[in-house]
């Protein structure tokens, strides 16, 4: 009985879905040098300070901010965008834009941000559905922190960092091509270059 134990923990661990499975830990070579994660936050954050100045928005931007720098490293590691992190990183940020709604009484900025989220998340979901190897449902579920912090400055502001995002990850994917480091069948995480593209139409527009 002892001997099968192995085959049912591994039958158990494969029903449950990718999204909830507890993220593998991940080797040495794959994890990153020594204080890079928090260089990357603390230049986030800078750029966040530095673009946006009212407290509440600007907690709600550095929240999804926060949340986007592991969902970038994560993505990078281990090619998945876990529901632990993206849910709470836009529940968070609704809940900071909708106090600095209620206190500014900007309840229009609330429902275009609520509005970018919904459409960038469809968008995404769309490119799901006709090409599953080429996205994943965690992109289309960061989506909406994306279409939220992006979508709370404007509309034009989302769409430039959805436009942003495709724009930075064609560029990385066609400099691996040319230097030979990827062919292209190979897939490359689109979570960092989403998360990036809003950081660049944030400090570029707002």
């Not at 909830?20 to 890079?36: G, I, K, M, S, T």
């Not at 849910?87 to 970018?116: H, K």
């Not at 930075?168 to 062919?183: S, V």
């Not at 998360?195 to 400090?203: K, S």
Request: glycine share 10%.
């Amino acid at each position: 009985m002892a001997a099968h134990l192995p085959a049912l923990r591994g039958a158990a661990e494969w029903r449950v879905p990718p999204a909830h499975r507890p993220l593998p830990e991940l080797p040495r070579a794959d994890q990153p040098p020594p204080a890079l994660v928090e260089l990357v936050a603390a230049a986030t954050l800078a750029v966040v300070a530095w673009r946006v100045h009212e407290p509440p928005p600007l907690l709600a931007v550095a929240w999804i901010a926060l949340f986007g720098v592991v969902l970038a490293h994560v993505d990078v590691a281990v090619r998945r965008l876990p529901d632990r992190l993206t849910f709470p990183a836009a529940g968070g940020a609704l809940i900071l834009f909708g106090l600095s709604a209620v206190v500014d009484g900007e309840y229009g900025r609330l429902t275009s941000a609520v509005a970018c989220a919904l459409a960038l998340a469809a968008f995404y979901l769309v490119l799901v559905l006709i090409s599953p190897n080429g996205m994943g449902l965690g992109d289309a579920k960061a989506a909406l922190s994306v279409g939220l912090v992006a979508g709370w400055f404007g509309w034009g502001v989302a769409v430039a960092a959805a436009v942003a995002g495709f724009l930075l990850a064609g560029l990385y994917a066609t400099a691996l091509l040319l230097l030979r480091r990827a062919g292209r069948k190979d897939h490359l995480a689109h979570g960092p270059f989403l998360l990036l593209g809003a950081l660049a139409a944030i400090a570029a527009l707002v």
